[in-house]
């Protein structure tokens, strides 16, 4: 199928338009349609991390850092979006950071865990619950119950320390 | 694998004439080993070894068939990413990747695609926490006999960092006329992304939106637990179904006979049709399934349309007459499908 417009180029937008309750067809090639304004679909996925990545200010020499395990550079990461092993997000946790919390708006995972980590992960969870409802009960004054939280937040960051 | 409709699509589960699926994936990665990607080509096929012997030990997908993609031809591929089980992607490329799906479809794993392991769960209709629940199960027989990439503060570790965290994308493939043709879908969709979810089309990521069929899922995958992700993805497509209701109910009141017309014109197209591109199939399906949700036709199930959506696909026709066809030949057999689909469903419901 040829262009509407200018009858040489294949058709490869296609498009309907609805004006008035009539609707149109239009078959268009790429250069037509964006002569036209109309915005060309991108075949490749719409939400790029390379573009993220390029878009959020960068502390300079970062693009030089190296992931020891697999040899991936952080430019080469910025460039095709993907890292190389589970060891990047350690080598480069400074920039994975912010970069996970502009995707998912959150950067701590909440969720299952592998049974190698269960207990260990189970424990971390608790201890953060604990965490926030001593917080809360420092701010309402119950301080009996805050002591007690305290108390046991101690107990298990110790069980824990045993643990590792 | 039989060129019958996925069992996935036998039209149970609440909402089945307007939700064709549910679908749940987990990314996963082998603790010590590179990222596909980044691995070498021995490394990659010691990954894929390891997945593979871990699900052989897997209960819910022992039995499952395992199929390397070198041993497969394009066609088969191509077959195997119109039934939803692979992707482009992993159609694409070769060596040492493969994939095993379970008896009925309904659970598969694709070795070495963009991370180690792709677990995944389809079910029909509205039933995406069945379907995680299944997904769940299988990821933990996994779990048993290997070690994850995983890290305490950023959960399971993923090639690209969008898929780190649980690794989950929830996804229900949703049919929406009413919204189309009331032209209430762009407020609509562009409601469903302000919520944090993304819409895409028919194949998944990538893919266009055909016969009116928007595949809408979980954008962030960090921070929420794995319920919560499938809870309010469910909450949002009954408000998405909840309008599309409220549009149909405009439709009956405001313009019923256009309606009927063009429900039945697309009827008698699929009826009589002697050469039909796919495309079109999803379009004509897509306002006889308006028809039978409006009550206005009762000759066909939902089980019949997505079987003719599914078998019209190029390489399904092709699987099942056994042989490479070109776009004009495909045209031919396909009309002949459909129109044997139509009467078989006819002749079940005594009516035609």
Not at chain 1, 137 to 156: G, N
Not at chain 2, 9 to 26: D, H, N, Q, T
Not at chain 2, 85 to 95: G, N, P, R, T, Y
Not at chain 2, 184 to 204: E, P, T
Request: glycine share 8%.
């Amino acid at each position: 199928m040829l262009c509407d417009n200018c009858e040489k180029e294949p058709a490869k937008i296609h498009y309907k338009e609805i004006k008035d309750n009539q609707v149109s067809e239009f078959h268009l090639c790429e250069k037509c349609a964006i002569e036209k304004g109309i915005q060309v679909p991108h075949n490749k996925q719409p939400f790029s991390i390379s573009n993220i990545l390029t878009g959020m200010s960068e502390e300079a020499g970062s693009d030089l850092s190296t992931c020891k395990a697999c040899g991936l550079t952080y430019k080469e990461f910025r460039d095709g979006g993907r890292l190389g092993c589970a060891n990047c997000y350690e080598a480069f946790k400074e920039n994975i950071k912010p970069l996970l919390r502009r995707i998912h708006g959150s950067n701590v995972h909440i969720g299952k865990s592998p049974r190698s980590s269960q207990g260990v992960f189970e424990k971390r969870r608790e201890i953060e619950d604990l965490k926030i409802e001593l917080s809360r009960s420092i701010e309402s004054e119950d301080f009996e119950r805050a002591a007690e939280l305290r108390d046991k937040i101690k107990e298990l960051e110790r069980q824990q320390e045993g643990d590792q | 694998m039989a060129v019958s409709t996925s069992p996935w699509l036998c039209g149970e589960g609440e909402y089945a004439e307007s939700v064709i699926s549910s679908r749940v994936r987990l990314a996963r990665n082998l603790a010590g080993f590179p990222f596909a990607h980044r691995a070498k080509p021995e490394e990659l096929r010691e990954a894929l070894a390891v997945s593979k012997k871990a699900l052989e030990g897997a209960d819910t997908l022992k039995t499952g068939d395992f199929m390397l993609m070198s041993d497969l031809g394009d066609l088969d591929r191509q077959f195997l990413v119109e039934r939803h089980l692979i992707s482009h992607e992993h159609a694409e490329k070769s060596s040492a990747r493969a994939v095993v799906v379970g008896d009925n479809e309904m659970l598969s794993v694709m070795i070495n695609e963009e991370d180690h392991l792709r677990l995944q769960s389809i079910r029909s209709g509205f039933q995406v926490m069945d379907a995680w629940r299944m997904v769940d199960r299988l990821d933990d027989e996994i779990d048993k006999q290997i070690e994850y990439a995983f890290s305490y503060e950023w959960g399971y570790l993923s090639a690209c960092p969008t898929n780190t965290g649980t690794g989950v994308r929830a996804s229900m493939l949703v049919h929406l006329p009413a919204l189309v043709h009331t032209g209430q879908i762009d407020k609509v969709l562009h409601g469903i992304s302000q919520m944090g979810l993304a819409v895409r089309g028919f194949y998944g990521e990538g893919s266009e939106v055909m016969g009116n069929l928007f595949q809408i899922s979980n954008r962030t995958a960090l921070g929420t637990s794995e319920i919560d992700i499938v809870q309010s993805l469910e909450k949002v497509v009954k408000q998405v179904l909840d309008y599309e209701g409220k549009a149909r109910e405009i439709l009956l009141r405001d313009a019923r006979s256009q309606i009927e017309d063009k429900v039945w014109r697309a009827y008698g197209i699929l009826k009589y049709c002697r050469k039909v591109a796919h495309r079109e199939v999803m379009s004509l399906t897509s306002a006889v399934r308006l028809g039978l949700c409006l009550k206005m036709v009762d000759s066909i199930s939902v089980v019949g349309l997505n079987s003719m959506v599914f078998r019209s696909q190029p390489a399904h026709l092709q699987k099942r007459f056994g042989r490479q066809m070109g776009p004009s030949e495909r045209d031919v057999v396909r009309a002949d499908t459909v129109r044997k689909v139509l009467a078989e469903e006819e002749a079940t419901t005594g009516t035609g």
